[in-house]
């Protein structure tokens, strides 16, 4: 086993990926005749809004369940990196990063804002769909991947995003409002959206593929508004379920900036509160979590079912976290942990580390490098990510964390704001006067800054080193935009889309 292991790492080495997935597979006693170049395909499955609850990450509901029996079998057989980070807490930012490769923090892409395609680094840029197409790829997509971002990956089937058909009447609860919604629908599950997404990639996987395949299928769930069929809800019963710890005084230690990041949802948090809507609230999220994880398995069963087990990489992960009132907050767009935090496991076929978890600090950013290194392509010298693969041989290898997160406030969008979490806790950069660092071995759910504790100073020293500087850091769109003077433009053509988009509706 060890001679094994010790000739592996040196092919590992030497760039030599289809060869050490052979020798893998030998090792594993499964499809031994393998060609030792064999080309590995890849099946990428994404959820949208997805938390750590599901692999009972440090989770804010102590003592509540959450019912996700497919992700966690999938655990036994991947690497489960248990410290993921997105990075970016937003949709377009967050898809943009780690399908480009490129940093929020080098593009100025930092929010759902139009323009993120004008940025230079982006247009520079290498979408990994085009990477992985130039290599000779067949490439299929279905579901949610990208967010105004040019993926090169095709354009999938399209489907209704939001199961609304389900619903007689909206909103359904009395504090709903557009996508904050939730309930349960009458809509058959199989005409359901995710369940389309996962039918597509099933048929995909029932084909004969004469080419390696990259196959995305991304859900939109859990994103709200959660409608899910009721047996979903009943496997929560509101009588079990807990509800996040939320401290009256929590937000008295954040600085300004920090305090402008979680007004924007604080109106709708208060109104779920004092309305005694927040556990109906938590079994609508549970539910659609374990509406997603079915169709998971699904995918998952279809592939070890399929001639492709043995020579497809898995990659399973969701683009940012979720918020339920933490910190005031409701969905995501903060730079603490509930929404930087993700679930994120790999499978490499024969891999002796399949069913370990990986404690190391990891960034959405590894995706790409990590992908072209397994698959023996090169790379794009513009990604700012790390390839995972010295991680996925040995999950306790020393690794530095890459787990930085960028993001900005649509109402000051002059203003870049960075995080980054390690082994020391967690340390966010608003400005050069407005901080926080919460120690995660004594606060894991980071209810008190430390930022002026003395306690602390030489830990914050150490991690604000960790940190682009404030001069290195891009300014978020839109400013680069109005220094470039498109930005005005770019907002009358959003504008002139949304017009076009309700004449259509209402004719």
């Known amino acids: ?192 959206h995710d369940t389309k997404v996962a039918d597509f990639a099933i048929a995909e996987l029932g084909k004969a593929h004469d080419q390696p395949f990259f196959v995305t299928c991304g859900t939109f769930n859990p994103h709200m508004p959660w409608y899910v069929p009721q047996k979903y809800f009943d496997l929560y019963p509101l009588e079990e379920l807990t509800v996040p710890e939320l401290p009256e005084d929590d937000l008295d230690d954040l600085p300004p900036l920090a305090l402008a990041m979680t007004q924007g949802k604080a109106d709708f948090v208060q109104r779920v509160i004092q309305g005694g809507h927040l556990k109906s609230a938590v079994q609508a999220h549970l539910a659609t979590i374990t509406y997603v994880d079915a169709q998971f398995g699904r995918i998952l069963d279809a592939l070890d079912e399929s001639p492709y087990r043995d020579n497809t990489i898995v990659i399973l992960f969701s683009d940012h976290g979720f918020h339920l009132g933490e910190k005031n907050r409701w969905q ?73 997160t960028g993001s900005t406030n649509k109402g000051l969008p002059e203003l870049a704001h960075l995080s980054i979490r390690n082994e020391l806790g967690r340390y966010i950069r608003y400005s050069a006067a407005e901080e926080e660092f919460y120690d995660h071995h004594k606060d894991p759910k980071e209810w008190t800054n430390e930022i002026n504790n003395p306690e602390y100073s030489h830990i914050v020293e150490q991690m604000r080193a960790l940190l682009p500087s404030i001069e290195d850091t891009a300014l978020p769109m839109p400013q680069q935009l109005k220094n470039q003077g498109v930005w005005k433009q770019l907002r009358d053509e959003q504008a002139a889309r949304r017009e076009n988009q309700k004449s259509k509706k209402q004719n």
């Not at 076929?349 to 990891?362: A, K, M, W, Y």
């Open 1 to 192: 086993m060890n001679t094994l292991l010790t000739f592996m790492h040196a092919w590992l080495a030497r760039g030599f990926l289809p060869l050490l997935v052979a020798l893998s597979l030998a090792h594993s006693g499964r499809s031994q005749d393998a060609p030792p170049a064999q080309p590995m395909n890849i099946l990428w499955i994404m959820a949208d809004d997805l938390n750590a609850w599901p692999l009972d990450f440090q989770s804010p509901y102590a003592g509540g369940k959450c019912i996700a029996p497919n992700l966690k079998k999938f655990t036994e057989s991947s690497v489960n990196f248990v410290h993921a980070y997105t990075a970016s807490p937003t949709c377009s930012p967050s898809r943009t990063a780690f399908l480009s490769g490129v940093a929020p923090w080098k593009s100025g892409h930092y929010h759902n804002l139009p323009g993120g395609n004008e940025s230079e680094p982006l247009i520079n840029s290498t979408p990994i769909g085009e990477t992985f197409k130039e290599a000779g790829y067949y490439l299929a997509t279905a579901g949610k991947i990208s967010h105004g971002y040019g993926s090169g990956f095709p354009s999938g089937p399209r489907l209704n995003r939001r199961d609304a058909g389900g619903v007689s009447k909206m909103p359904l609860m009395p504090v709903g409002k557009g996508e904050q919604d939730w309930g349960p629908i009458e809509m058959p599950e199989e005409e359901m």
């Open 332 to 404: 995501k767009g903060t730079l603490w942990e509930q929404a930087t935090h993700i679930p994120f496991l790999i499978r490499l076929p024969g891999n002796p580390s399949n069913g370990n978890t990986c404690e190391r600090f990891i960034s959405t950013l590894d995706i790409y490098p990590t992908l072209t290194e397994l698959c023996g392509i090169t790379p794009p010298d513009t990604l700012d990510g790390r390839s995972l693969v010295p991680l996925l041989t040995d999950p306790s290898a020393q690794w530095e964390s890459t787990a930085i």
